[in-house]
Nanobody, 121 residues
Framework: QVQLMESGGGSVQAGGSLRLSCAIS??????MGWFRQAPGKEREGVAC???????EYGDSVKGRFTISRDNAKNTLYLQMNSLKPEDTAMYYC?????????????????WGQGTQVTVSS
């Protein structure tokens, strides 16, 4: 059974930073992703890290967010800088089916429960 657990969310003022972590029960040497969902909105792909370490980001976070992992710790990270109020959402990590990058929710099979990020102006 693959289990993922996010942590590191919280409340921060605009312009601040947070680092989210995702502990996974199996190897992170796999294509992984971060998604977010704000109230009343669809789940949005934020970042994807391929098994070979290529990355892809959603347009709204490019240049501000960085996805990375530590395979020795089976942990995926999302460093979020220059946060904006519109980044407020529940953030989820997920493991992708297959190796190619994607920001589509349907391409990921295992999900964590989420961690809340709130950015105030």
């Amino acid at each position: 059974q693959v289990q993922l657990m996010e942590s590191g969310g919280g409340s921060v003022q605009a312009g601040g930073s947070l680092r989210l972590s995702c502990a996974i029960s199996v190897s992170t040497d796999h294509t992984m992703g971060w998604f977010r969902q704000a109230p009343g909105k669809e789940r949005e792909g934020v970042a994807c890290l391929e098994h070979d370490d290529d990355t892809e980001y959603g347009d709204s976070v490019k240049g501000r967010f960085t996805i990375s992992r530590d395979n020795a710790k089976n942990t995926l990270y999302l460093q979020m800088n220059s946060l904006k109020p519109e980044d407020t959402a529940m953030y989820y990590c997920a493991r992708k089916v297959g190796s190619n990058w994607s920001l589509r929710e349907a391409d990921f099979d295992y999900w964590g429960q989420g961690t809340q990020v709130t950015v105030s102006s």
